[in-house]
């Protein structure tokens, strides 16, 4: 009897305990609405948003409805969080590789670059890519020309597009390439585990991506041509470049800060996971007679990744969460594109912020389920 | 006399080799601080790019011939150990330090040399360097907001008196010991409240009434992370022990609320707690918005401290349950006397990471129009009477949260070492 006591009264309480918050919750929002005369629905996805948007992915004007906004909110933060992840990706493995150098002054100045990135609040550093840095370059009719077609001035980046003919043929042939390559990989993997032979797979692989889209342009009917920003001249002072893609300055800002401060993170995840692999391992492995590169592709890497993967993911997510800071500089993302304006025109707060946070949500544990999936998998199993 | 081998430098010339090395080194790096810091180009005559590179090949002619293996001179060993392995450590070694004497002039230069300190309006920088009379002028404003200046002791006070409150912990006598975590939890949270609303908010004691609205500031950023540290913590203890429960409800409970708040940014937390919340309240009932922010930020941090003292609850040994279990305790004695006080020992460097997370946060309520320091900033940067100082602000603060910061990671580190050296 004391042992069932113990065990529902707990589970009871704390269900009550619930019930009563979201009753009382409810309840309050209820009388609020109803005297204010708002009435809760997500109708107002489906109404027309008549609000623009400065910088968007796919096709979007005033007269779409609020979930095409939301769309677009949604398509311009996964852009400027992939952009990020790859560049802090490829900054936080140098760095973290270089904190590991024997090189003294390597190693002190990796160690003193994530100590500075790291210290810094991320909405400061993004404020000051934003205001301070960025509004110093020049205007466009004064802008010199960086790699001889691009132009970075306080507008934004103005870089070439590419203007495709036979597109499909060119992608088909990449994923040729790369379907070929995995066929490679297998069947010298089998070859070393059945007889013994190595085939160099990295230099086959290279060959084959290069050559068949090579094969594609020469053969395939595939070009390709370059539509230059050209400047071009608005009014008496005002110019503009006109033709090819502009990244604008709210982009490289975010990018800017957002990369450099998750680079700090990667690149200690990095650390720990290269000093996680004991040197008895990398001893081992010379001694049965690898060499230095195979013991680092064979032995240290497998290991190491296991350790490195799984907090880097954990920092992608936060990347993830941190560019809804967008919001402070202007730049057209879920939070400011939703949470903002259309909030602000449809005064929808409670539908519009559960959405909001829901999306974000939902990225979050569909990575999240990923990553048990995978730890699960490569997890190591011990007989 | 052996002929000089430029490519394989060896131990029977150690001194031609070494002499002619260093020489060339120097060369090298006369010839980049004169470039930066003089402007005048030594190396004019050669053609073309041939001049930028000249340093860099001296440099590594240089270096390659005083890379000599065990030479026996104590000096020149340690400089090829620590920077000098290879041809590819030179080549890095250089580039670095021709960087940073290419950096040192212009930034010294605007900040310290070219700078302006003197006067007090916008005329007085004349310099092409940096306008620190604008940090100068506005600096009462970026640590207290806009808080009337007559009353910024009030401020001072209550930090103080909050401050010299949390050390009582050390002085506390041997047999009083053992209620410092009820002290800490309970009264001192209490205290602090008491003592910043009647300092710092007034409206009693003869002290005027300040609104929230005024505060701002660094200020703000203390008064904001130092509550939320207070109340996060132990409700981040109640949920640590919910997803460690037996009973499913609690635990499923508590998995929720951790996994919900961590799934979200904390921006779109505030602008619910600035929008949303205030419909979820009953009519009538008005609570202010640094009190809103307070909440959710509280609500949001607590699911991260959970996580982390959940961590030090997993890393204790079962054999301290059983061992408690074993003496006849229920679930709240063993919890209170034998598994939390270790186990809260364990997480004080991870709670002390989840600090500086929280105050690197904490500038984000600018975006639901609390002016602390980041929104003391953008309201100087638009004062048309100190246009176009933006650099300067964002340095300034920038400077500031990194001292912060960075001696709270070290002192988070320290804890670390030595509680791990204890165990």
Same mark, same amino acid.
């Given at each position: 009897?004391?042992?069932?006591?113990?065990?529902?009264?707990?589970?009871?309480?704390?269900?009550?305990?619930?019930?009563?918050?979201?009753?009382?919750?409810?309840?309050?929002?209820?009388?609020?609405?109803?005297?204010?005369?708002?009435?809760?629905?997500?109708?107002?996805?489906?109404?027309?948003?008549?609000?623009?948007?400065?910088?968007?992915?796919?096709?979007?004007?005033?007269?779409?409805?609020?979930?095409?906004?939301?769309?677009?909110?949604?398509?311009?933060?996964?852009?400027?969080?992939?952009?990020?992840?790859?560049?802090?990706?490829?900054?936080?493995?140098?760095?973290?590789?270089?904190?590991?150098?024997?090189?003294?002054?390597?190693?002190?100045?990796?160690?003193?670059?994530?100590?500075?990135?790291?210290?810094?609040?991320?909405?400061?550093?993004?404020?000051?890519?934003?205001?301070?840095?960025?509004?110093?370059?020049?205007?466009?009719?004064?802008?010199?020309?960086?790699?001889?077609?691009?132009?970075?001035?306080?507008?934004?980046?103005?870089?070439?597009?590419?203007?495709?003919?036979?597109?499909?043929?060119?992608?088909?042939?990449?994923?040729?390439?790369?379907?070929?390559?995995?066929?490679?990989?297998?069947?010298?993997?089998?070859?070393?585990?059945?007889?013994?032979?190595?085939?160099?797979?990295?230099?086959? $692989? +290279? #060959?084959?991506? /290069?050559?068949? %889209?090579? *094969?594609?342009?020469?053969?395939? &009917?595939?070009? =390709?041509?370059?539509?230059?920003?050209?400047?071009?001249?608005?009014?008496?002072?005002?110019?503009?470049?006109?033709?090819?893609?502009?990244?604008?300055?709210?982009?490289?800002?975010?990018?800017?800060?957002?990369?450099?401060?998750?680079?700090?993170?990667?690149?200690?995840?990095?650390?720990?996971?290269?000093?996680?692999?004991?040197?008895?391992?990398?001893?081992?492995?010379?001694?049965?007679?690898?060499?230095?590169?195979?013991?680092?592709?064979?032995?240290?890497?497998?290991?190491?990744?296991?350790?490195?993967?799984?907090?880097?993911?954990?920092?992608?997510?936060?990347?993830?969460?941190?560019? $809804? +800071? #967008?919001?402070? /500089?202007?730049? %057209?993302? *879920?939070?400011?594109?939703?949470? &903002?304006?259309? =909030?602000?025109?449809?005064?929808?707060?409670?539908?519009?912020?559960?959405?909001?946070?829901?999306?974000?949500?939902?990225?979050?544990?569909?990575?999240?389920?990923?990553?048990?999936?995978?730890?699960?998998?490569?997890?190591?199993?011990?007989? | 006399?052996?002929?000089?081998?430029?490519?394989?430098?060896?131990?029977?010339?150690?001194?031609?080799?070494?002499?002619?090395?260093?020489?060339l080194?120097?060369i090298s790096l006369?010839d980049v601080?004169?470039n930066?810091?003089?402007?005048?180009n030594l190396t004019s005559f050669l053609p073309g790019s041939l001049t930028t590179l000249f340093p860099l090949i001296l440099g590594l002619i240089g270096?390659?011939?005083?890379?000599?293996?065990?030479?026996?001179?104590?000096?020149?060993?340690?400089?090829?150990?620590?920077?000098?392995?290879?041809?590819?450590?030179a080549l890095?070694?250089l580039l670095?330090l021709f960087s940073?004497?290419k950096?040192?002039?212009?930034?010294?230069?605007?900040?310290?040399?070219?700078?302006?300190?003197?006067?007090?309006?916008?005329?007085?920088?004349?310099?092409?360097?940096?306008?620190?009379?604008?940090?100068?002028?506005?600096?009462?404003?970026?640590?207290?907001?806009?808080?009337?200046?007559?009353?910024?002791?009030?401020?001072?006070?209550?930090?103080?008196?909050?401050?010299?409150?949390?050390?009582?912990?050390?002085?506390?006598?041997?047999?009083?010991?053992?209620?410092?975590?009820?002290?800490?939890?309970?009264?001192?949270?209490?205290?602090?409240?008491?003592?910043?609303?009647?300092?710092?908010?007034?409206?009693?004691?003869?002290?005027?009434?300040?609104?929230?609205?005024?505060?701002?500031?660094?200020?703000?950023?203390?008064?904001?992370?130092?509550?939320?540290?207070?109340?996060?913590?132990?409700?981040?203890?109640?949920?640590?022990?919910?997803?460690?429960?037996?009973?499913?409800?609690?635990?499923?409970?508590?998995?929720?609320?951790?996994?919900?708040?961590?799934?979200?940014?904390?921006?779109?937390?505030?602008?619910?707690?600035?929008?949303?919340?205030?419909?979820?309240?009953?009519?009538?009932?008005?609570?202010?918005?640094?009190?809103?922010?307070?909440?959710?930020?509280?609500?949001?941090?607590?699911?991260?401290?959970?996580?982390?003292?959940?961590?030090?609850?997993?890393?204790?040994?079962?054999?301290?349950?059983?061992?408690?279990?074993?003496?006849?305790?229920?679930?709240?004695?063993?919890?209170?006397?034998?598994?939390?006080?270790?186990?809260?020992?364990?997480?004080?460097?991870?709670?002390?990471?989840?600090?500086?997370?929280?105050?690197?946060?904490?500038?984000?309520?600018?975006?639901?129009?609390?002016?602390?320091?980041?929104?003391?900033?953008?309201?100087?940067?638009?004062?048309?009477?100190?246009?176009?100082?933006?650099?300067?602000?964002?340095?300034?603060?920038?400077?500031?949260?990194?001292?912060?910061?960075?001696?709270?990671?070290?002192?988070?580190?320290?804890?670390?070492?030595?509680?791990?050296?204890?165990?």
């Open positions: 009897m004391n042992n069932i006591v113990k065990k529902f009264l707990p589970q009871i309480l704390a269900i009550l305990f619930v019930v009563l918050i979201f009753g009382f919750l409810t309840i309050n929002a209820q009388t609020n609405m109803d005297n204010r005369g708002i009435d809760f629905g997500f109708g107002f996805l489906s109404q027309e948003s008549s609000f623009d948007v400065q910088f968007s992915l796919i096709e979007y004007s005033g007269s779409d409805s609020y979930a095409r906004a939301f769309l677009v909110g949604l398509l311009n933060t996964l852009l400027v969080s992939f952009i990020s992840i790859i560049f802090c990706t490829i900054l936080g493995v140098i760095i973290g590789v270089a904190r590991l150098s024997s090189n003294y002054l390597i190693k002190n100045s990796a160690a003193w670059y994530v100590e500075f990135f790291r210290n810094i609040p991320l909405l400061l550093q993004i404020f000051f890519w934003y205001y301070a840095a960025l509004r110093a370059l020049p205007l466009p009719e004064k802008a010199n020309a960086w790699f001889g077609v691009t132009y970075m001035t306080v507008k934004g980046y103005y870089i070439p597009s590419m203007v495709w003919e036979n597109l499909n043929v060119f992608l088909y042939c990449g994923l040729a390439a790369i379907i070929s390559i995995i066929i490679l990989r297998n069947y010298a993997n089998n070859l070393r585990d059945n007889k013994g032979k190595q085939i160099p797979v990295l230099l086959y $692989s +290279l #060959a084959i991506l /290069i050559i068949l %889209p090579l *094969l594609s342009f020469l053969i395939g &009917g595939v070009s =390709l041509d370059f539509e230059l920003p050209q400047l071009k001249k608005l009014s008496k002072i005002s110019y503009i470049y006109e033709g090819g893609i502009s990244l604008p300055p709210e982009l490289i800002a975010l990018v800017l800060a957002l990369s450099l401060y998750t680079s700090t993170f990667v690149a200690e995840c990095v650390r720990a996971g290269i000093e996680g692999v004991s040197k008895g391992q990398k001893e081992a492995a010379a001694s049965v007679g690898l060499t230095p590169n195979q013991v680092l592709k064979l032995v240290i890497m497998p290991q190491a990744l296991r350790i490195i993967i799984p907090p880097t993911t954990n920092q992608y997510l936060n990347l993830t969460k941190n560019s $809804s +800071l #967008a919001a402070a /500089i202007a730049y %057209p993302d *879920l939070v400011l594109v939703f949470a &903002g304006t259309a =909030l602000m025109q449809t005064g929808k707060a409670i539908e519009i912020v559960s959405i909001t946070m829901l999306t974000y949500l939902t990225i979050s544990l569909t990575i999240a389920a990923i990553m048990n999936w995978y730890n699960k998998k490569i997890e190591i199993k011990e007989k | 006399m052996q002929a000089i081998n430029f490519l394989k430098p060896n131990r029977d010339n150690i001194k031609n080799y070494s002499i002619i090395g260093s020489v080194i120097l006369i601080i004169s930066a810091f003089l402007k005048t270096l390659n011939m005083m890379r000599i293996d065990y030479s026996g001179n104590k000096t020149l060993d340690l400089l090829n150990k620590n920077i000098n392995t290879n041809n590819f450590n890095l070694t670095i940073i004497i950096a040192l002039p212009p930034s010294l230069s605007w900040m310290i040399f070219d700078a302006n300190i003197s006067g007090d309006s916008k005329d007085a920088c004349t310099g092409t360097g940096a306008c620190w009379t604008y940090i100068k002028v506005w600096f009462r404003r970026f640590m207290y907001g806009m808080y009337p200046n007559e009353f910024h002791w009030r401020i001072n006070t209550a930090f103080i008196l909050v401050i010299a409150l949390g050390f009582v912990g050390y002085f506390m006598k041997e047999n009083l010991k053992k209620y410092l975590a009820l002290y800490y939890v309970i009264i001192y949270p209490i205290i602090a409240y008491l003592v910043i609303y009647y300092l710092i908010s007034g409206g009693s004691f003869g002290l005027q009434w300040v609104e929230t609205g005024a505060w701002g500031g660094l200020s703000l950023t203390f008064i904001v992370s130092f509550f939320c540290l207070i109340f996060c913590f132990p409700l981040g203890m109640i949920f640590a022990l919910g997803r460690r429960s037996n009973l499913p409800v609690i635990k499923y409970i508590s998995i929720c609320y951790i996994e919900f708040w961590r799934g979200v940014p904390l921006i779109t937390v505030l602008f619910m707690s600035s929008v949303m919340f205030p419909m979820f309240l009953p009519e009538d009932f008005f609570m202010d918005k640094l009190v809103r922010v307070i909440i959710a930020i509280t609500l949001f941090e607590a699911a991260y401290c959970a996580e982390v003292i959940r961590g030090g609850l997993q890393s204790l040994p079962r054999g301290q349950y059983d061992a408690a279990k074993s003496l006849g305790m229920g679930y709240w004695k063993m919890h209170i006397f034998v598994i939390l006080p270790q186990a809260l020992k364990l997480v004080i460097p991870g709670i002390a990471n989840t600090f500086l997370a929280l105050v690197k946060d904490t500038p984000l309520i600018f975006v639901v129009g609390l002016a602390e320091l980041a929104g003391m900033l953008a309201l100087a940067k638009t004062n048309p009477k100190w246009l176009g100082f933006a650099m300067e602000g964002y340095i300034f603060a920038s400077i500031i949260f990194w001292i912060i910061c960075y001696a709270m990671s070290k002192y988070s580190y320290n804890l670390e070492a030595k509680y791990k050296t204890e165990r």
